[in-house]
């Protein structure tokens, strides 16, 4: 992350996960997973919730029930996430 952002709210790094432009290319590397699952994106079988410590992580990432993602997908979650909310 570069330095600019690690002063980021947890709310303006909610709006740059879901304007990365990375995010619509990975739910189009996997729609066909999605589709088969009638899943309409990668960030609906989780949600990124504040986390209120004191901790640099602005984000807790959590997974929701009923979605059993292969581990590739997680992956990429995840480094996303990575990329947002851990600095």
């Given at each position: 992350m570069a330095e600019s952002e690690t002063s980021l709210s947890y709310s303006d790094r909610m709006q740059n996960i879901i304007a990365d432009p990375e995010l619509q290319v990975l739910d189009q590397?996997?729609?066909?997973?999605?589709?088969?699952?009638?899943?309409?994106?990668?960030?609906?079988?989780?949600?990124?919730?504040?986390?209120?410590?004191?901790?640099?992580?602005t984000g807790k990432l959590i997974w929701k029930?009923?979605?059993?993602?292969?581990?590739e997908i997680k992956r990429d979650i995840i480094t996303l996430y990575n990329r947002h909310f851990v600095d």
């Amino acid at each position: 992350m570069a330095e600019s952002e690690t002063s980021l709210s947890y709310s303006d790094r909610m709006q740059n996960i879901i304007a990365d432009p990375e995010l619509q290319v990975l739910d189009q590397k996997y729609e066909p997973y999605l589709d088969l699952h009638q899943t309409e994106n990668l960030m609906d079988a989780c949600d990124i919730i504040p986390n209120p410590s004191t901790e640099p992580v602005t984000g807790k990432l959590i997974w929701k029930e009923g979605y059993d993602y292969p581990i590739e997908i997680k992956r990429d979650i995840i480094t996303l996430y990575n990329r947002h909310f851990v600095d």
